[in-house]
């Protein structure tokens, strides 16, 4: 089965919360649609057929097409392996691979202040040293748009621009005996070539000790290292955060010519906002100053 790119919002309304970090943290991709009286518009679609969801969509919202377009989309069209793009804006801030198909569960991501819970989701691992790269989806207004042909051709290019800038690279090319080719190697061909995206090696023994050394020195808890967050997944979403954090390299791995050794003191616990913000645009930013002070720079 081929794999199938996707391009996903996860905002509140238009104009409400990005919920991306949330989703982030759980490790899904979710939405959720409400009618005027404030109902959702389709429970667990497990237990409907394709007939029924339209008809019930259409009985509750009719002038929803969009909406029912994309829960339609994470129902029945995304599939594990397939990969997703998550869209704030005209940011893509985030690239993860389906894990696990269509689920529905009410309680899988309460609601914030005027928010709705989101019940329909998919699981999703996602990567946790993707560079955000700005670009726009002409105008796609839909959560969820399939990415076929010149639009996906044109996103991983960004992707890769992305990557080359903050690598510092100017575009080397990295050769590879095949037997060492990473399985999650993705190649894009074309008629006159085949472009091949390569991730750097993480040490994951480097994070888990990270991740112990905070907890001794922290009291048992993971509190996010930029000055003036201090976030706690575990204080928020209580045992599922638990021992949970993003570890941060203070000097990006994709700024590295070539490998060198990373100690604990290069590594920093930081939280998925923050973690977005640091390298939002490409960069490797540096914790002090990331958070303004109250009242500077608004």
């Not at 993707?130 to 796609?140: L, M, T």
């Not at 008629?191 to 480097?206: D, G, I, K, P």
């Not at 907890?215 to 949970?244: I, K, N, W």
Request: some cysteine; aromatic content about 8%.
């Amino acid at each position: 089965m081929r794999t199938r790119y996707w391009r996903m919002a996860m905002r509140e309304g238009s104009q409400g919360r990005d919920r991306f970090p949330d989703c982030f943290a759980k490790g899904i991709a979710a939405l959720d649609y409400w009618d005027e009286q404030g109902r959702r518009i389709v429970t667990n679609c497990r237990r409907l057929t394709p007939v029924q969801f339209e008809e019930i969509w259409r009985r509750k919202w009719p002038k929803g097409t969009s909406p029912r377009a994309s829960v339609r989309h994470l129902w029945l069209d995304m599939k594990k392996g397939d990969i997703i793009y998550a869209k704030t804006g005209t940011q893509v801030v985030g690239k993860g691979r389906i894990t696990s198909e269509y689920a529905y569960d009410p309680a899988i991501l309460r609601g914030t202040t005027g928010g709705e819970s989101w019940a329909h989701y998919v699981k999703v691992r996602w990567e946790t040293d993707f560079v955000p790269f700005d670009f726009r989806f002409d105008a796609q207004q839909c959560t969820i748009l399939e990415l076929t042909g010149s639009r996906l051709a044109s996103v991983q290019k960004a992707e890769r621009a992305s990557h080359r800038r903050a690598a510092g690279s100017g575009g080397r090319t990295v050769s590879l005996p095949a037997d060492a080719l990473p399985d999650d190697l993705v190649a894009l061909e074309g008629r006159t070539r085949a472009v091949m995206v390569l991730h750097r090696q993480r040490e994951r023994r480097l994070r888990q000790a990270k991740i112990r050394q905070a907890m001794g020195s922290g009291a048992g808890r993971l509190r996010c290292e930029v000055p003036g967050c201090g976030f706690d997944f575990l204080e928020t979403y209580g045992d599922l955060g638990r021992e949970f954090a993003f570890v941060h390299h203070l000097k990006g791995l994709a700024a590295r010519g070539m490998p060198s050794q990373t100690r604990l003191a290069d590594l920093a616990i930081v939280c998925g906002n923050c973690h977005a913000m640091i390298h939002l645009g490409g960069q490797c930013r540096p914790l002090a100053g990331l958070i303004p002070r109250q009242g500077a720079g608004r």
